[in-house]
Structure formats: C-alpha cells, structure tokens
C-alpha cells in the first residue's frame, strides 16, 4: 500500500475536506460582514469531493474531517456522507466534521446513521447577545438545542472556543462549568492571523496562558499526556472530570507531530494552514476519469510539505496575515 510520506518522515494520515465556502454565521474573526462567496463552478460538486476523498483513502489515509465554511449547509451533504460512511472499516477510521451546530437538529441522527461518532461544534459564548455579536447572525437558542440532539443522537461532542480578549474573556468558567455538567470536551484556540476581517486582530487576541491561569483560580489541572498528533495541548480537569485542550498557534509552535494537510472546495491543497503553499487538485480531477493523474499531483505536492508555519500576530511594519479567510481553507 502506498502511504502519503513527507519530506520529515511524518505520514498523512489526516485530510480537512472543506466541502463549502458558504455560512449561514459571518463570525467577526473569521469573515467580513459582506462576505462574496465563490461561484459554484468553482466549487467542486458533490462527485467530485467524494471521488477525492476515496483516492485519499485509497493513498493511506484514516481520518477525514468535513469542515466549511458551514459544511451543513451545503445541499444534499447528507449524500457524501453516506457514500464515505460506506468506507468506514474499509480503510477509513473516522469519518467527522467541525460544525457551528446551527443544522444539528436536522441532521445530527443522519450523522450517526452513517457513522460519524463525534463532532467538533465552534461555539464561543453562551450569552444570547454576545453570540449574535460574535456570529453577527447566530441564534444561540437553535444551536444549544442542535447540541442536544446530537448528544441524544449519540454523538459525543467537543467544543471549540476562541478566546476573544474582552469580549468572551469573562465567559471561561463558565464554558468550562457547562461543558462539564454536559460531558463535552472542550478546546479554546487561539485567535488565528488569517484574512482580512476589517478589526485589528491584535486586539481580539488572548494568549491561552492567561485563559489557563483564569480558569485554575477555580478548578485543578493536571498536564496530560494526550497527543492526538493534532494541534491541541490537553489538561485534565478534576473538578469535572474531563480534558480541556488549548490550541496555541502563536505561544507553542505545534507542526512537530502534523500529519495533516487541508483541502478547499476549490480542490487547492494546502500543505500547512499557515503557509501559502498549494496544489490544485481540481484540475486533475476535471481532465481525467483516471485517478491516477490525481495521485501524482498529490504526492509530488506531500513531497514539498513544510516543516511548520510561521504565524506572527504583530509584525512591526503592518499586520502580517495569511492572505485567505479561515472559512475557505475551512476550519
């Protein structure tokens, strides 16, 4: 079998699959509030994602995660995620998705039916408000409830939040109380540089070391070992008895361990989500009905990728940023 290596030795295991640009929340540290979304020929159909995802499988790897924009949102979704449920045991290990939670009462029973197990639903307050200001468009109500039926679904639930100085700061125990009553792991991440989204991000920004502090003059934590290879650093919380993961992309550099790469729905492959570096995978998709013009592209482009990223949330001269918004590369 052939496996998807890179040039230090770290296997590729993982791909991001943005199946969609489009959202129905315009966060303010994600989008603009007039957000132009892509023309559907650009984005690659239904077909083609699925044709995508197989030949990934069919190249090593063992995880897939759906991610948007919005991926719920995105018509007949429900259809790729039924054909690539089929490959679960068949080489594929966990089918997942990354979701603002705002379609989860309506398809949160089809997600476990065709073998989604957990999912990760970003969701920064849980302040009526707050979240329509943070969302611009959100209803908290309507997501707290998806919530809950995916949870009756059977599905288990991480939470993600983004540590916005002055704006969700006073929220921390509180997220970390109710995740706990609930049994969610929770994960807080640090305000990423990417886009351009009309606020100085280096005011939004809240290093996670201060977002542990506040949460240790409440409960006790203790490091834990997990690695997930993924970017997140875990604590564990004995008050509530659950992990909570800090993702630090500007106070600890996590690239060591990567064994991902992410996929837009344009069908550009980005190696490192902090890097501009790409290939197109829609090309070789559109010209041949052989995949085998598509592994090639593939691996030539797993062979080019980088060590880590370089994200830097000041630079003195201007604000350096990666140049797309996070809801494009997907989440």
């Not at 790729?80 to 997942?96: D, I, P, R, V, Y």
């Not at 690239?255 to 992410?262: A, F, G, H, P």
């Not at 003195?316 to 590369?329: D, L, S, Y």
Request: aromatic residues 6%; positive net charge; charged residues 30%.
């Amino acid at each position: 079998l052939f496996m998807l290596i890179d040039p230090f030795k770290r296997k590729i295991s993982y791909v991001r699959v943005s199946v969609t640009d489009r959202c129905d929340f315009r966060c303010t540290y994600c989008m603009s509030e007039d957000m132009e979304f892509l023309p559907k020929k650009d984005v690659l159909s239904l077909e083609e994602l699925d044709r995508l995802c197989n030949t990934f499988i069919d190249l090593g790897v063992k995880k897939l995660r759906i991610t948007g924009g919005e991926p719920l949102v995105r018509k007949n979704i429900m259809q790729l995620f039924s054909n690539l449920g089929k490959k679960l045991g068949q080489g594929l290990e966990e089918l997942t998705l990354t979701t603002n939670g705002s379609q989860l009462d309506r398809y949160a029973k089809d997600l476990f039916d065709n073998g989604v197990r957990r999912i990760n639903v970003s969701l920064d307050s849980l302040e009526k408000n707050k979240f329509k200001k943070i969302t611009r468009i959100g209803d908290l109500d309507k997501v707290i409830n998806g919530i809950m039926v995916a949870k009756k679904a059977g599905l288990k639930i991480k939470i993600n939040a983004v540590a916005l100085k002055g704006i969700n700061d006073n929220e921390i125990l509180n997220l970390v109380n109710w995740c706990g009553e609930n049994k969610f792991s929770l994960t807080f991440i640090e305000v990423m540089p990417m886009g351009e989204i009309g606020e100085k991000r280096s005011d939004q920004y809240m290093p996670l070391t201060e977002v542990k502090s506040l949460i240790q003059t409440k409960y006790s934590l203790t490091e834990d070992s997990l690695r997930t290879g993924g970017p997140a650093r875990y604590v564990h919380c004995h008050e509530t008895d659950q992990k909570i993961g800090f993702i630090t992309p500007h106070t600890h550099n996590f690239c060591e361990l990567c064994n991902r790469v992410r996929i837009t729905c344009t069908g550009e492959m980005y190696m490192c989500l902090g890097q501009q570096d790409k290939a197109d995978l829609k090309t070789p998709l559109r010209k041949s009905e052989n995949d085998q013009l598509l592994k090639d592209v593939i691996y030539e482009a797993i062979s080019r990728k980088p060590k880590g990223h370089d994200f830097v949330i000041e630079r003195k001269e201007k604000e350096q940023f990666v140049p797309r918004h996070m809801n494009v590369t997907g989440g």
